[in-house]
């Protein structure tokens, strides 16, 4: 079993962060990969975005640069576990240490053919890679309430997965589960 855990960025505003860390830490028995959000890095490209109206290919990768900060960021917060930034390597990697972080590279993402917008944040990359290094689970935790039977297209449609999240999902063969950071926190299955 290998799970994809996708951390949202606003976990850092919560202090939820250093808690979903301490939860994923104790259950490491399987391969867990962290997807980090780009937390308030990425706040700050579309504030920068909005006041110098650079282009969205600019934007992307200087939101991907916010996923890497982040990934620094936890990696600091628990150096037990380890950065890869190199998709590829993830399958090797994972057998070393039991949780890795992945730091995602734009030049792979652009090789991958996945478009330069907004459309598509965190969420869908981590569906990407979940895709791509045939996970088992996708497991993505919001601060955001998350309805108990709400469907991904719902959530999409209500904001808190990004647009291009049902695109990047409709093949996949891998679990998908989107929780809020409370419930994540109680659950230890």
């Not at 808690?19 to 490491?28: D, G, H, M, S």
């Not at 209500?158 to 926190?185: E, S, W």
Request: proline letters at 5%; a negative charge.
């Amino acid at each position: 079993m290998t799970f994809v855990i996708k951390l949202g960025g606003s976990l850092l505003e919560t202090a939820a962060l250093p808690a979903c860390l301490a939860t994923i830490a104790n259950r490491a028995g399987y391969p867990i990969i962290i997807v980090p959000g780009g937390g308030p890095f990425a706040e700050q490209v579309r504030i920068a975005q909005r006041q110098w109206r650079f282009d969205d290919l600019a934007a992307h990768r200087m939101a991907i640069l916010a996923m890497q900060q982040m990934a620094l960021l936890i990696q600091s917060l628990m150096p037990e576990f380890a950065i890869v930034a190199d998709a590829e390597s993830i399958r090797c990697a994972s057998q070393v240490k039991p949780v890795l972080i992945w730091s995602p590279q734009v030049e792979q993402l652009d090789q991958a053919g996945i478009a330069a917008s907004w459309d598509i944040t965190s969420d869908s990359l981590a569906a990407w890679l979940a895709g791509y290094i045939e996970a088992d689970e996708l497991i993505i935790v919001k601060s955001a309430p998350i309805p108990e039977q709400a469907s991904l297209l719902g959530l999409q449609q209500q904001g808190i997965l990004d647009a291009a999240f049902p695109r990047f999902t409709a093949q996949a063969h891998y679990k998908i589960k989107v929780i809020n950071k409370d419930r994540f926190l109680s659950h230890h299955d």
